[in-house]
């Protein structure tokens, strides 16, 4: 298993803080020259405004301002706090830290991912692919820790209401159509927790795994990642993006660090800075990473991504989803990871009847089939993350 040592022998939480001061000023530095965010904005045929559009492709990144109001904001950390405080206490576990049973001890995939605090889980390991290959800085943790904290939660759509709600925004649906096309098609979902002074890390990697090496590669073949912010984010907290990597291939990362001096401190990323109810969009094929959050501010963005159907259909499983069975993505498979997206509209349109809702129009002919009720919940909705498309 090759691992690339870190710059420095493991810092204190205070010490780590301070090594990264002047990057996160640089960062920030760069991420308000380049700009790249705004409000949403449509054309007059409602697609995605064309200058975001390109702005989008040129940065491989976008910030969406305000997207998500205060209300919604409110009831996502609602839900997503509880289902935070329902994990297990550590791997294998089946109380929570209020001794209570656990909540998805009944999944078929479970739904928390634990790590050690300020850990980086994957990093110079052949996990996921390899795609980690260089281990970030991992601080000493203060010694009240706890041994083990969340680090990713999964299900929103099956565990969250309004997480199920908010995965059939119609806006968030509008751009995801006006940059893959109308057949769009499901990747996953998972929920980033970065606890202040506890978080990990998630090591310098790019998405895509399957494409790479295609005669049809281009800029966008592996399809792109929302982030609903749900509490401010900080350049101590935040995902870390390199702008433009998306169009120049497989990254060597390893050579990039080495060329660094050994340090996990890339020159060139730039923080993405939000507020509670923006919104991220960055390409899978972007240079991104995150540091263990030494700050004292909390993190918790809801990820959810989507592809071109035709990047999946007839496609190998790739990432995690390799141990689910499935060699390779069908139309049937498809169907039935996309099915959620027609649900997810419909529990939209039940809470908030003054939206226009989305029209999904690989299902616009069968959304009577795919109301939101207990039916569906148990057909569409139930360990539904066994269906993921990732590529």
Known sequence: MATVTAASPEPSLA????????????GMRRAAEIGNRGPVRFDAEGRLHPDI??????????????????????????EATDMLERAPVAPGATLDAKGREALGLDAKRNPYNLIRPLSDPVGGTELLGGRHPSRMAEPTPESDAPAYVVHQMRGMCQYMPAG?????????????????????????????????????SVAWHQDGVTHWNAPNWDEGIHGFNFQVQLYPT??????????GTHKLGRADIKRMVAEN?????????????CAA???????????HGS??????????????????????????????????????????????????????IDARRQKHPEETPFLYRPFAD??????????????????????????
Not at 314 to 328: N, P, R, V, W
Request: net charge negative; aromatic share 10%; charged share 20%.
């Open 15 to 26: 010490k780590h803080a301070e090594g990264m001061a002047a990057y996160r000023q640089e």
């Open 53 to 78: 559009l390109a702005a989008y492709w040129k940065h491989g990144f976008y910030i969406f301002e305000g997207v998500v109001g205060a209300d919604e904001i409110a009831e996502l950390r609602r």
């Open 164 to 200: 199920l709600r908010l995965y059939g925004h119609p806006q968030l649906l509008t751009i995801a159509e006006s940059i893959n096309g109308e057949d769009f098609v499901p990747f996953n979902d998972v929920i980033f927790v970065k606890q202040p002074g506890l978080g990990g």
């Open 234 to 243: 900080t350049a101590g907290n935040a995902l870390w993006v390199m702008p």
């Open 261 to 273: 001096g050994g340090s996990e401190q890339l020159p060139g990323a730039v923080p993405l800075i």
């Open 277 to 287: 109810g923006d919104v991220t969009i960055v390409n899978r094929q972007t240079l």
């Open 291 to 344: 540091f263990a959050n030494t700050s004292p501010d909390m993190r918790i963005s809801i990820t959810f991504g989507f592809h071109r159907r035709s990047s999946v259909l007839g496609a190998k499983a790739a990432l995690s989803m390799q141990q689910y069975g499935e060699a390779t993505y069908d139309e049937q498979r498809i169907a039935d990871r996309a099915a959620v997206i027609a649900v997810a």
């Open 366 to 391: 069968r959304i009577d089939e795919f109301r939101f009720n207990d039916e569906t919940f148990g057909r569409v909705l139930r360990d539904y993350c066994l269906k993921d498309l990732a590529i």
